[in-house]
């Protein structure tokens, strides 16, 4: 792949890397840069712009290109402003310059996850506009603080506004994860995040004596049972070809607190887990399993939830959904390859779903190595600009949908 000289570098590239310049990064993103970004973005673009602020500090920015219909429900574009913190010294380039080698890849925080998709969103709009088009349903793009962190300050708390109704999205997409090889990845579900504290308590006493009881002996039975259920739905992953990362359960153990000497048997322990549940796992039993894993270590062990997500939800992948069907069709006249999955991870579109509409994740980045969260986080220009031609495709079929049951 070659890339043009700085001075005739693409527009869309251009807007791209000023985006990634803005410092949204946790623990303390600059939100307000980014909202006067996209509200002088909205003043180009001739768009609407509405501020929401979902929490003090915490302003969802909605982008709007009215379509021709009003009755039909509209298109949601959504998008999350934050991005992960970064080890500095493990990058080859400032992580908030966006550089750009010599062959065209820009390396930034958030280059992947997901700068790259709020701007292609924009650019296809822009495009499709100077074009002079009008579709019949409704565009907006929404930019949303507080994802990387849950979107407790975010998505989750707009999904339940008057503004967040007041959209009528009939149909959502929201971020993916790149592909190396030729095809995209598309993800119609995701996995949910339980966060499990196990804390157990027992005899304290002279860490010189054989002690009974103790916090620690009957934490290392809760771990032992949930790590070798780890390596049983590993296992099962492994075994079987067909299956994907997000249809098995994974769990980690993250955590372990609790001790005060060497020579002081503590009396309490505790262990942090982060489970990821497949959506076809019935919850309710799961979590039984998970009370009686502690009931069997003995006395004392009880667990507690910091993330315990009950809703997933599965948008359909075939014909019956006209929006998947209007998706799918886009992609192959584009002769794209699709592998519609599970997302491993939780994203914004979990708190979409929940709320009754079908959304699909998506990040069009094939040939492209997953660096989400990593260091050198980077996208090729090539790839970047390809997903505003994928979007410039997309809008007009998923935005002239015919009039649906659910529209009325
Ligand atoms: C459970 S809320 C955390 C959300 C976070 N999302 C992106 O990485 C994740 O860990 O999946
Ligand atoms: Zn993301
Ligand atoms: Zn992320």
Redo the contacts with the bound molecule.
């Keep these: 792949m070659t890339s043009k000289g700085p001075e005739e570098e693409h527009p869309s590239v251009t807007l791209f890397r000023q985006y990634l310049r803005i410092r949204t990064v946790q623990p303390k993103p600059d939100y307000g840069a980014a909202v006067a970004f996209f509200e002088e973005t909205a003043r180009q673009l001739g768009l609407g712009c509405q501020k929401v602020e979902v929490a003090p500090g915490y302003v969802v920015t909605v982008l709007t290109w009215p379509g021709t219909n009003p009755t039909l429900s509209s298109i949601l574009l959504n998008s999350h402003t934050d991005v992960v913190p970064v080890f500095k010294e493990h990058w080859s380039h400032d992580p908030f310059e966006a550089f750009k080698d010599s062959e065209g890849y820009i390396y930034a925080r958030g280059a992947q996850d997901m700068k790259c998709v709020s701007i292609q969103y924009l650019e296809a709009v822009r495009r499709l506009k100077v074009e002079g088009h009008r579709f019949p349903r409704t565009i907006h793009m929404t930019f949303v603080p507080d994802?990387?962190?849950?979107?407790h300050q975010g998505m989750e708390l707009f999904v339940q506004r008057p503004e967040f109704h007041a959209l009528r999205a009939g149909f959502a997409l929201d971020e993916g994860i790149a592909n190396p090889t030729d095809a995209f990845t598309v993800f119609y579900s995701e996995r949910s995040?339980w966060?499990v504290r196990v804390t157990s308590t027992g005899r304290p006493g002279h860490a010189s004596r054989f002690m009974e009881d103790t916090a620690a002996e009957k934490l290392h039975k809760v771990v032992n049972s949930i790590l070798a259920f780890r390596e049983k739905e590993w296992q099962r992953l492994q075994s079987n070809p067909h299956l994907k990362e997000g249809s098995v359960t994974s769990v980690n153990l993250t955590k372990l607190e609790g001790g005060v000497a060497y020579n002081v048997i503590p009396a309490t322990m505790s262990a942090s887990f982060d489970f990821r549940v497949a959506p076809d796992v019935d919850f309710k039993a799961f979590e039984e399993q998970l009370q009686s894993w502690c009931q069997a270590a003995g006395e004392g062990v009880t667990l507690e939830f910091a993330?315990k997500w009950m809703h997933p939800q599965v948008t359909p992948t075939d014909d019956s959904n006209p929006w998947w069907a209007a998706f799918s069709r886009v992609c192959k006249d584009m002769n794209l390859t699709l592998e519609p999955e599970i997302m491993p991870?939780?994203?914004d579109n979990r708190y979409i779903r929940a709320v009754g509409v079908p959304a699909l994740g998506f990040s069009p980045m094939n040939r492209t190595p997953v660096l989400l969260?990593d260091h050198d986080e980077r996208l090729h220009e090539a790839v970047f600009l390809r997903g505003v031609d994928i979007y410039t495709r997309l809008l007009p079929a998923l935005a002239s949908v015919p009039a649906l049951p659910s529209d009325s």
């Design positions: 994802e990387e962190v849950g979107g995040p966060w993330q991870a939780a994203t969260h």
